[in-house]
C-alpha cells in the first residue's frame, strides 16, 4: 500500500505487533486500576471512615478505563441513512462491494464487516474496529480518506475497505491507535445501533 | 462490459466501460484511467477471491476497477 509505503518511521503491523500493542494495553489498564485502588485500599486501612474518598478514588479509575475504550468507540463512526441523492449513490455501490452476506449488517449497525487475516473488521467512516480472532480482544483504529470532506458517508467507508483489501497489514500500519482490550469494554462504549456488529463477528 | 468508476462527491462517477473486443472503448478507458492516476487517485481492481489489488496499469479483464483517494491515519 502507497500509504504505508510514505510511512518508513512506522514498523508494518502485523500479528505479532498487535499481540504486542494488545498486551501493552492490558499493563496500562492493569496500572490505572493499581494506581487508584491501592491507595483507596490503603486509605480505608488507615481511617475507615474515609470509605466515601476511597471510593471517589476507585471511580476516578474506573471513569479512565471507561474514558479510553469511549474514544476507541467513536472514532469508528458508521454511516447514517442517506438522505442525499449522492449518499443513496455511494451507499448503492458500497452495498455491491460488501456483497450479500454483509449487506444487511451494514443496513442494521452502519458498519462494513470486512474478515481478514488479522480478524474481522468492521469498517466506519473514521475508523475501524478489528475483532481478534478468538474475538475476546478488539483494537479500535482512527483512519480516514485523508481528503475526504466532500464525499458522501458510504463512500468514506468504500475508500477504506478497499485500502484494506489491498493491504490488511498496511491498513492498520497507516492507522492510528485509540484503544485496545476486552470486547465486552467496547461493546458498553458502542451506540446500541452499532452493537449488533460486534456480536455478528 | 468492464466498468471505471471514480469514488466521489456524488456518490461515484463512470469514467469509462470497455469491452475485450472494442479496442476504442480499450483506448478511451486506458486514457481516464492514467488522468486519474496523475492527479493523485489510487486505483483498485477488485479480484475473485474479493480482495483487492492496487493497479498501475488498467487491467483490461477485470470487471471493475475503482478509483479512490489514499487514506491517513486519523
Known amino acids: 500500500m502507497s500509504e504505508a509505503a510514505v510511512m518508513p518511521w512506522r514498523r508494518r503491523a502485523s500479528e505479532k505487533s498487535l499481540a504486542k500493542e494488545g498486551r501493552i494495553w492490558t499493563l496500562w489498564s492493569a496500572g490505572v486500576i493499581v494506581t487508584f485502588s491501592l491507595p483507596a485500599a490503603l486509605l480505608i486501612w488507615v481511617e475507615p471512615l474515609a470509605f466515601p474518598v476511597a471510593v471517589i478514588f476507585v471511580g476516578h479509575g474506573i471513569a479512565v478505563l471507561h474514558l479510553q475504550a469511549s474514544r476507541g468507540a467513536r472514532g469508528v463512526k458508521p454511516i447514517g ?56 480482544r478488539v483494537h479500535c483504529f482512527c483512519v480516514r480518506v485523508a481528503e475526504g470532506s466532500d464525499l458522501p458517508q458510504a463512500d468514506r467507508v468504500a475508500h477504506l475497505l478497499l485500502a484494506l483489501r489491498e493491504d490488511e497489514e498496511g491498513f492498520a500500519t497507516v492507522a492510528n491507535r485509540n484503544f485496545s482490550g476486552a470486547r465486552w469494554r467496547l461493546r458498553l462504549e458502542l451506540a446500541k445501533r452499532v452493537r449488533p456488529a460486534l456480536r455478528q463477528v | 462490459m468492464s466498468r471505471l468508476v471514480r469514488l466521489d462527491r456524488t456518490g461515484h462517477t463512470e469514467l469509462a466501460t470497455w469491452t475485450s473486443e472494442d479496442e476504442a472503448t480499450q483506448r478511451a478507458a486506458i486514457e481516464a484511467f492514467r488522468r486519474e492516476l496523475d492527479e493523485g487517485m489510487l486505483a483498485s481492481a477488485t479480484l475473485a477471491d474479493g480482495s483487492a489489488e492496487v493497479v498501475r496499469e488498467l487491467p483490461l479483464d477485470a470487471d471493475l476497477v475503482i478509483l479512490r483517494r489514499p487514506i491517513a491515519g486519523g
Open chain 1, 81 to 136: 441513512d442517506p438522505e442525499t441523492g449522492p449518499e443513496r449513490t455511494a451507499l448503492g455501490l458500497l452495498g455491491d462491494l460488501v456483497g450479500h452476506e454483509t449487506r444487511e449488517l451494514l443496513q442494521e449497525t452502519g458498519l462494513a464487516l470486512q474478515r481478514g487475516r488479522l480478524g474481522a473488521w468492521l469498517v466506519g467512516q473514521e475508523g475501524a474496529i478489528l475483532v481478534r480472532p478468538g474475538g475476546h
